[in-house]
Nanobody, 120 residues
Framework: QEQLVESGGGLVAAGGSLRLSCAAS????????MGWFRQAPGKEREFVAR????????YYADSVKGRFTISRDNTKNTVYLQMNSLKPEDTAVYYC?????????????WGEGTLVTVSS
């Protein structure tokens, strides 16, 4: 059974950094484009970042470009999201997803999310 488990969320002060991880199991990880999405309280889920199966290409939402970096390790079946220069508006539940065909909220499989809270 396909499973995605996020970790690394928490409370951080504005300007700080966090690194999220997502461990995949039950699927051929290296065959899937992976992505990160987020959902803030009272708002719809939004696209954050996407990485192709090989890691050769990455895509970002304008709101995080230059601050966040998505990467993957196909030997560990894990995708990462390095988040720097965090802002209070980055506060959200962050979701990992597999099978992300484009920079939109669309995926084959979803994790359950990890909460990131950025204090001002």
């Amino acid at each position: 059974q396909e499973q995605l488990v996020e970790s690394g969320g928490g409370l951080v002060a504005a300007g700080g950094s966090l690194r999220l991880s997502c461990a995949a199991s039950g699927l051929i990880f290296s065959a899937y484009a992976m992505g990160w999405f987020r959902q803030a309280p009272g708002k719809e889920r939004e696209f954050v970042a996407r990485i192709t199966w090989s890691g050769a290409y990455t895509y970002y939402a304008d709101s995080v470009k230059g601050r966040f970096t998505i990467s993957r390790d196909n030997t560990k079946n894990t995708v990462y999201l390095q988040m720097n220069s965090l802002k209070p508006e980055d506060t959200a539940v962050y979701y990992c997803a597999a099978g992300v065909p484009r920079a939109q909220v669309d995926a084959d499989y979803w994790g359950e999310g990890t909460l990131v809270t950025v204090s001002s």
